[in-house]
């Protein structure tokens, strides 16, 4: 009996060695036919194919990537390629894959989408830390996030992304940690930016939000409501869209590179902490279409000097204004109940809200000398 189990397991491993000698090998006849052959890389039907290939190839560096090109329907299946230390660009552009998966593939450094592409998944290209600049064809619909992984997040190396203007919507998490990203330009086919979407893009300068988006929102995980460019530190220019209704909790929150923004007549909501700590802030135009100021929006903003608040305006949430250490002029165009002009914690420094609700106050101009404190006194000038 002992002879048997010891026979039978020999030809197991004889098998497995035989399988997987056969496995490795049976892709790379196809690469050594000449018909195959493209400028600098080779043609595979599959990325399982490409893997054992690239494996066979001397060490290499990113600067002497090899190219390839993928002509298979399926773009799921990068389990391997997560494991390989080779460099390599790819060129799907002839697949009809609708989907595609390169989550973890840290020596992926370029890759030519299809036009069949029309989601980019969860988690699709997160953590692709070698990946330089992706090009999002226009068939693609959404580009998808969660709480845990968002399609481009943590490509650290990312530069540069074009999406395309078949996208409408810009998932969770999408490109958080991209901490290369210099630019974006979101195409007025997007109506949505969930929470977390650009999200610690620490290099990033300029964003052009487009004429589509409604909403810009804020997303809970484990370190609460994250916005959708919270600290985006070196961001210095925003160009919002003029259909943007919302702009959500903790948006722009630590922003502290932004001096001047724009607020369209469009929004009507500011929500909580959308622009708190911002602390390089100095101009605010807040468009006329506000009606409602959500606590914190601008508490820290340290550097902001004068701010008007539209007519539009029935609701200023608590702190909203809270330690805007240089604040010495406030405007109010409109009348604000004391119900809606929350006192539970300072919506500005000092008296300004006592000031504004008695029977002097109201519409006018108000200034102090003293913002710093909650002792600071406020005059309505005349």
């Excluded at 020999?10 to 497995?16: G, S, W």
């Excluded at 997560?82 to 998966?101: P, Q, V």
């Excluded at 958080?176 to 990203?181: N, P």
């Excluded at 369209?264 to 700590?277: T, Y």
Aim: net charge negative; charged share 15%.
């Amino acid at each position: 009996m002992k002879n048997k189990f010891k026979f039978f397991g020999i030809a197991v491993v004889i098998a497995a060695i035989v399988f997987g000698t056969v496995l490795l090998f049976t892709g790379c006849k196809e690469t050594e036919n000449e018909n195959n052959k493209l400028s600098g890389g080779s043609v595979f039907k599959s990325v399982d194919e490409f893997y054992f290939w690239l494996e066979k190839q001397p060490a290499n560096t990113a600067a002497t990537a090899y190219t390839a090109k993928i002509n298979g329907n399926e773009l799921n299946g990068a389990f391997l390629l997560r494991f390989t230390n080779k460099y390599y660009y790819l060129d799907c552009s002839e697949s009809k894959a609708t989907s595609i998966d390169f989550g973890g593939c840290a020596t992926l450094i370029g890759i030519i989408l299809p036009n069949s592409v029309i989601s980019i998944g969860e988690g699709a290209f997160s953590d692709c830390t070698s990946l330089k600049e992706i090009i999002i064809p226009n068939s693609v619909t959404s580009i998808e996030g969660g709480p845990v992984w968002g399609a481009f997040s943590d490509c650290t190396s990312l530069t540069k992304v074009t999406i395309g203007t078949g996208v409408k919507s810009i998932g969770e998490g999408a490109f958080s940690g991209c901490t290369s990203l210099t630019s974006v330009t979101i195409p007025d086919s997007v109506t949505n930016i969930e929470g977390r979407a650009f999200f610690g893009c620490t290099a990033l300068t300029k964003v052009i939000i487009g004429n589509g988006v409604k909403n810009i929102m804020g997303a809970i995980n484990y370190n609460g409501e994250v916005g959708a460019f919270e600290n985006c530190t070196r961001l210095t220019s925003i160009t919002i869209g003029n259909n943007v209704i919302t702009i959500g909790k903790n948006t722009f929150k630590g922003c502290i590179s932004l001096t001047n923004i724009i607020i369209p007549n469009s929004v009507n909501e500011i929500g909580e902490g959308a622009f708190s700590d911002c602390t390089d802030l100095v101009i605010v135009t807040i468009g006329s279409g506000v009606t409602k100021i959500e606590s914190l929006a601008f508490a820290d903003c340290t550097s902001l000097t004068s701010i008007t608040i539209p007519s539009n305006v029935t609701d200023i949430g608590a702190g909203a204004f809270d330690n805007c250490t240089g604040l010495t002029s406030v405007t109010f165009l409109g009348t604000i109940t004391s119900d809606n002009f929350i006192d539970c914690w300072y919506p500005f420094p000092g008296d300004l809200r006592d000031k504004y609700l008695t029977e002097d106050g109201g519409i006018g101009t108000y200034t102090t000398t003293a913002p710093t404190t909650l002792d600071s006194v406020w005059t309505k000038q005349e």
